[in-house]
């Protein structure tokens, strides 16, 4: 999904003169490190909406011939630098106008707001003035107050391009109430609550050979069975672990093999012991899940976790996350064969996780 910046001009993009109008070129004045910043931003993939109030363009006050050349000059600066603005929306009226495009009205957005193909969730409004905080508010988005000394462009630019891969998922039916929280880049801050000791052992196990932290809060009707609580959870771990994904940019999206629907290539795998176990899976947007568990499971439970729900975990999981998935282990004692399914996914899943660069790895534009 698309994800914007929209930014104010006058004070954010270039120096606010003190008559508060950019009227001629000599007044032209960018901002500290905003186009090495809006660079990295664009890398990073964001879009850029320029937002501006300019009181009374087209009056007496502040006659369009006077307002065209610092503009043209500030866009084809940033132009001849690689910067470009999907649109540049403009209000010209004056707060006694009382219009309905002045910031922090919406009128100059609307055909944003209208489209909801774009990624709200991470898209920022960024402008100097309380009336930008406002918009972004008014618009459902976060809002960066812009302050060259405290919030300047580097900050924004670093703050925006580090990795804040984290989420949280709450599910609730009337047969589990499910919160659970994912952060793709940092380990060690795991927990969890299943009610079933050897299913919270096995969420450890994704998290620490993912590389990864996860809190997972499940109360299910476990009187009841097992089945609801493990499919739920399946389900809020596969929906927390996309959306802390974002937009995917840079992830090596594979693990350990190239799998491609109902087949794969072996591009190269790890046994973790010798139960002979092989996960393969992508984080291709397509759901699709293979298992082929050549030994029958020996035991039925491992401590009142069924066995028979390993395989159903991990589908719940793979269709939630929108993951091409392929297991698959051999004979051996019960409790290492469901263990090493899970070692496994986890370090797959650390593999596709990793971010290596910034461009999306797929040659569709979408995964």
């Given at each position: 999904?698309?994800?914007?910046?929209?930014?104010?001009?006058?004070?954010?993009?270039?120096?606010?003169?003190?008559?508060?109008?950019?009227?001629?070129?000599?007044?032209?004045?960018?901002?500290?490190?905003?186009?090495?910043?809006?660079?990295?931003?664009?890398?990073?993939?964001?879009?850029?909406?320029?937002?501006?109030?300019?009181?009374?363009?087209?009056?007496?006050?502040?006659?369009?011939?006077?307002?065209?050349?610092?503009?043209?000059?500030?866009?084809?600066?940033?132009?001849?630098?690689?910067?470009?603005?999907?649109?540049?929306?403009?209000?010209?009226?004056?707060?006694?106008?009382?219009?309905?495009c002045r910031k922090p009205n919406l009128g100059l957005v609307m055909a944003y707001l209208k489209d909801t193909s774009w990624d709200r969730e991470n898209s920022y409004f960024i402008g100097d003035r309380e009336t930008d905080v406002s918009m972004g508010q008014n618009?459902?988005?976060?809002?960066?107050?812009?302050?060259?000394?405290?919030?300047?462009?580097?900050?924004?630019?670093?703050?925006?391009?580090?990795?804040?891969?984290?989420?949280?998922?709450?599910?609730?039916?009337?047969?589990?109430?499910?919160?659970?929280?994912?952060?793709?880049?940092?380990?060690?801050?795991?927990?969890?609550?299943?009610?079933?000791?050897?299913?919270?052992?096995?969420?450890?196990?994704?998290?620490?050979?993912?590389?990864?932290?996860?809190?997972?809060?499940?109360?299910?009707?476990?009187?009841?069975?097992?089945?609801?609580?493990?499919?739920?959870?399946?389900?809020?771990?596969?929906?927390?672990?996309?959306?802390?994904?974002?937009?995917?940019?840079?992830?090596?999206?594979?693990?350990?093999?190239?799998?491609?629907?109902?087949?794969?290539?072996?591009?190269?795998?790890?046994?973790?012991?010798?139960?002979?176990?092989?996960?393969?899976?992508?984080?291709?947007?397509?759901?699709?899940?293979?298992?082929?568990?050549?030994?029958?499971?020996?035991?039925?439970?491992?401590?009142?976790?069924?066995?028979?729900?390993?395989?159903?975990?991990?589908?719940?999981?793979?269709?939630?996350?929108?993951?091409?998935?392929?297991?698959?282990?051999?004979?051996?004692?019960?409790?290492?064969?469901?263990?090493?399914?899970?070692?496994?996914?986890?370090?797959?899943?650390?593999?596709?996780?990793?971010?290596?660069?910034?461009?999306?790895?797929?040659?569709?534009?979408?995964?």
């Amino acid at each position: 999904m698309k994800k914007y910046l929209f930014i104010d001009r006058d004070g954010t993009l270039v120096a606010e003169p003190s008559d508060f109008q950019v009227d001629s070129t000599d007044k032209v004045v960018f901002e500290p490190f905003v186009i090495p910043a809006l660079l990295k931003l664009a890398d990073a993939g964001f879009s850029f909406v320029m937002v501006s109030n300019q009181d009374g363009l087209g009056t007496d006050s502040f006659p369009l011939d006077t307002f065209t050349k610092p503009h043209e000059l500030i866009v084809n600066t940033l132009e001849s630098q690689g910067i470009t603005f999907e649109q540049i929306l403009i209000c010209p009226h004056k707060p006694e106008d009382h219009c309905s495009c002045r910031k922090p009205n919406l009128g100059l957005v609307m055909a944003y707001l209208k489209d909801t193909s774009w990624d709200r969730e991470n898209s920022y409004f960024i402008g100097d003035r309380e009336t930008d905080v406002s918009m972004g508010q008014n618009m459902g988005i976060k809002s960066i107050r812009y302050d060259r000394d405290t919030e300047g462009w580097q900050k924004i630019c670093e703050d925006l391009t580090c990795p804040h891969r984290v989420a949280t998922v709450k599910r609730a039916t009337s047969e589990t109430q499910i919160e659970i929280t994912v952060d793709l880049d940092h380990q060690g801050q795991s927990h969890f609550e299943t009610g079933m000791g050897f299913f919270d052992h096995m969420l450890d196990q994704i998290a620490t050979h993912g590389g990864i932290s996860i809190k997972a809060y499940v109360k299910g009707d476990l009187n009841v069975d097992e089945h609801h609580s493990i499919e739920d959870t399946g389900i809020a771990l596969g929906q927390a672990i996309l959306k802390a994904l974002g937009d995917k940019r840079g992830i090596g999206r594979f693990g350990f093999v190239l799998p491609m629907d109902e087949v794969y290539a072996e591009v190269f795998s790890e046994n973790l012991n010798d139960d002979g176990i092989t996960v393969a899976l992508d984080i291709s947007g397509r759901p699709h899940v293979e298992f082929d568990l050549d030994a029958v499971f020996t035991r039925d439970y491992i401590g009142v976790m069924p066995v028979q729900m390993v395989g159903h975990f991990f589908e719940s999981l793979a269709v939630a996350l929108g993951l091409t998935l392929h297991m698959k282990v051999t004979k051996g004692n019960a409790h290492h064969q469901v263990e090493a399914l899970f070692k496994a996914f986890g370090r797959a899943l650390r593999q596709a996780l990793k971010v290596s660069g910034k461009e999306l790895p797929s040659s569709k534009g979408k995964l």
